[in-house]
């Protein structure tokens, strides 16, 4: 995957948990329980990152959840009206998550932890559909992964040595 520089200092980010789960593991005194917390932030303009922290405390693992997503955040291609550039499907592991550019007012259709990284990102008209595994984790990083794939309608035109409005009247007549 590849990723691009970003500021970190200067977002304002806003998190959400994905998940919570307890762990259990039987060592010779009894079970111990510890926790595992699955963290989105973001901006809500297009910078984004999944984090994923364990601790014997809730609000513990939260914290390091978030404090690993923020160390991974990405920056992602918005179109004009909070879409995608293009469709694209995600794959991480075995979960693949299907992206669908959407006119707008369509909304954000998409759920669970795809729904998260949507907001997180700042999308807001987009349909998703999720295939495969439906592990939480794999899910929201398939998620990233297909976002940070998108090119951008300038980066298609260079790839072609076409002109940007040569590729958008591509994209207008669909």
């Not at 729904?115 to 939480?136: F, H, P, W, Y």
Request: net charge positive; proline share 2%.
């Amino acid at each position: 995957m590849k990723k691009e520089a970003v500021e970190k200092d200067k977002l304002e980010l806003k998190d959400t948990v994905v998940s919570i789960k307890r762990i259990s593991k039987t060592v010779k005194g009894g079970r111990t329980m510890r926790f595992s917390a699955l963290v989105v932030v973001g901006d809500g303009n297009g910078s984004i990152g999944v984090g994923h922290g364990k601790s014997a405390e809730i609000p513990e693992a939260i914290r390091k959840g978030k404090e690993q997503a923020m160390r991974n955040i990405v920056k992602i291609n918005l179109d004009n009206n909070r879409s995608v550039p293009h469709d694209y499907v995600g794959v991480w592991g075995t979960s693949r998550v299907l992206l669908k550019r959407s006119k707008e007012g369509t909304g954000v259709i998409a759920g669970g932890p795809v729904r998260s990284v949507m907001e997180m990102a700042g999308i807001q008209n987009i349909r998703t559909k999720s295939l495969g595994s439906r592990n939480k984790n794999n899910v929201a990083l398939a998620t990233i992964n297909g976002l940070m794939n998108m090119k951008s309608p300038s980066e298609i035109a260079t790839l072609r040595g076409k002109d940007v409005k040569e590729i958008l009247a591509g994209i207008v007549k669909k």
